[in-house]
């Protein structure tokens, strides 16, 4: 049974998620078969960062809902680009896209589909939020119960 049969990518398409990419694309050598492509919408982090634009008139919700719209309508068109580029090497892929807190949603993922192993890129930012709250790898790590891959972006 080869080591990491199953693998959950979890990508929101930066530069440091196609390093990851290329990492998953190099594990089907070592007896990768399938990869589970997660894409999630932060909850969180659009509730706090988006906010009604000053002097626009918008029903209740409506710009968030938008806005969401637009990003989830974005990571299909990247999801369907990463799909086709698993699979040209041959893997199985499983695209997900959902809405959640992504290191719980990234955890919760991996134990449904019963992987071997998390890839996750680290953008390796060091503000004061990520400071006090964690980095979404920092929380994988920490929750996941399976090994965890983390690609850090290039200096």
């Known amino acids: 049974m080869p080591l990491f049969e199953t693998i959950v990518l979890a990508t929101d398409f930066s530069e440091t998620s196609v390093r ?4 998953v694309r190099r594990l089907r ?6 990869v589970v492509a997660l894409f999630v919408l932060d909850t969180i ?4 960062v988006i906010s009604e634009p000053a002097g626009i008139i918008y029903d209740e919700g409506r710009y968030e809902g938008d806005l969401n719209a637009r990003i989830i309508r974005h990571a299909r068109e990247k999801m369907q680009e990463l799909t086709a580029m698993l699979e040209e ?14 290191a719980k949603e990234i955890v919760k993922i991996a134990d449904a589909r019963n992987a071997s ?10 503000n004061l939020a990520s400071a006090l709250l964690g980095s979404v790898s920092d929380k994988v790590i920490r929750t996941a ?3 965890v891959l983390v690609v850090r972006r290039e200096e």
């Open 20 to 23: 990851a990419q290329d990492y």
């Open 29 to 34: 050598q070592a007896g990768c078969k399938k």
């Open 45 to 48: 982090e659009t509730g706090v």
């Open 89 to 102: 090497v041959g893997l199985e892929v499983e695209p997900v896209i959902i809405s959640g807190v992504p």
């Open 117 to 126: 192993l998390i890839v996750v890129g680290s953008h390796g930012r060091s």
């Open 145 to 147: 119960k399976q090994p």
